[in-house]
């Protein structure tokens, strides 16, 4: 039987073994910005020069998940909880249906899914050079009964680079529990019922258009904004200009990786102004379900692996390019 262990008291045993090895918590110099970590019960973050680059999240309720995702100079890329949608968690994973019941949307008034995502056991090992690994065992489960899915996440995020670029290596591995599990969505467009939102699922990035401006989508085979939605990509890419100074741009970038299933998957890409919140909905996701849903035979598992590169300046799909090839020759 595995043993449950309590978030913070991993983090605070990850904390001690690696002050043990000399590297952990002490701040160091690295391409002229001091770097440390930030650690509570429910978040690790790393800092450069007192300001957070990234964060990772893991409440004792509801999904894991990175906000914020910064440049190293501070500007935030991600949005969570906008008022359109408070479910949305800056850099999140969540399935839509699993044998029926919503894990996506939450009740407004109790913060609840139909279905639970419950955060099992979480390990933070940091690495000397400040990067870091986080392993994260996730159950997915109806109310009151046995998982119906479980899910081992191994996160791998790299130390910035003299330009202040760095990624997160995202692996999840899921493995059926005793029953078949059937992983669905809201049909699509020419479906029955279906919808023109439908087909959103899985890994997603909700980017903050309080911070940039002038967004814009770019995937692997030239298409922009809106033209994207629906189409095969092996990669999705959205940059824009700093509203507080128009004169520096940032991005992040989603790839997908070969031996996922249904590789390439369509682009999921929104990018709708609301004139009820007074604000741009961005948001891109691999569509993995988006054409269909997906059957998982009781005992089996698959995965799904992906990169997430954020970086300051503006990126020529020519260098997001080559950067794919880098990662996927590994």
């Not at 009740?107 to 933070?124: A, H, M, Q």
């Not at 698959?302 to 080559?322: D, M, Q, S, V, W």
């Amino acid at each position: 039987m595995n043993k449950k262990y309590d978030p913070g008291y991993i983090l605070f045993i990850s904390v001690i073994i690696a002050m043990l090895n000399g590297f952990a918590t002490v701040t160091a110099k690295s391409e002229n910005i001091r770097y440390n970590w930030q650690q509570t019960d429910s978040s690790v973050a790393l800092l450069g020069q007192g300001k957070i680059v990234w964060q990772f999240n893991f409440p004792d309720t509801g999904k894991p998940y990175f906000h914020p995702l910064n440049t190293t100079d501070g500007t935030t890329l991600t949005w969570f909880s906008p008022p359109d949608h408070p479910w949305h968690r800056g850099l999140w994973f969540s399935w839509k249906y699993i044998n029926g019941l919503n894990y996506w949307e939450q009740d407004r008034n109790t913060g609840l899914s139909e279905g639970f995502t419950r955060i099992k056991n979480v390990i933070f090992n940091p690495n000397p050079d400040y990067s870091a690994q986080i392993i994260v065992d996730i159950e997915y489960s109806p109310p009151d009964k046995p998982a119906a899915l479980n899910e081992k996440r191994v996160l791998i995020i790299s130390l910035p680079d003299e330009n202040g670029n760095y990624y997160i290596d995202w692996k999840s591995t899921f493995t059926a529990g005793q029953d078949p599990v059937f992983l669905e969505r809201t049909p699509i467009l020419g479906q029955p019922d279906g919808k023109s939102w439908g087909g959103y699922a899985g890994l997603g990035c909700r980017i903050n258009s309080r911070s940039l401006t002038s967004i814009k989508f770019v995937d692997s085979e030239g298409r922009q904004d809106l033209n994207i939605h629906s189409k095969p990509a092996r990669w999705i890419h959205v940059d824009g200009f700093i509203k507080e100074d128009t004169t520096r741009s940032a991005g992040l970038t989603i790839f997908d990786y070969p031996t996922n299933p249904r590789y390439p998957p369509p682009g999921f890409v929104i990018k709708d102004w609301l004139k009820d919140h007074q604000l741009l909905f961005a948001y891109m996701n691999p569509g993995f379900l988006f054409e269909k849903n997906f059957t998982l035979k009781a005992g089996d598992s698959f995965a799904l692996k992906y990169r997430i590169l954020i970086h300051n300046g503006f990126t020529e799909p020519a260098e997001i390019e080559n950067l794919f090839e880098q990662f996927t020759r590994k």
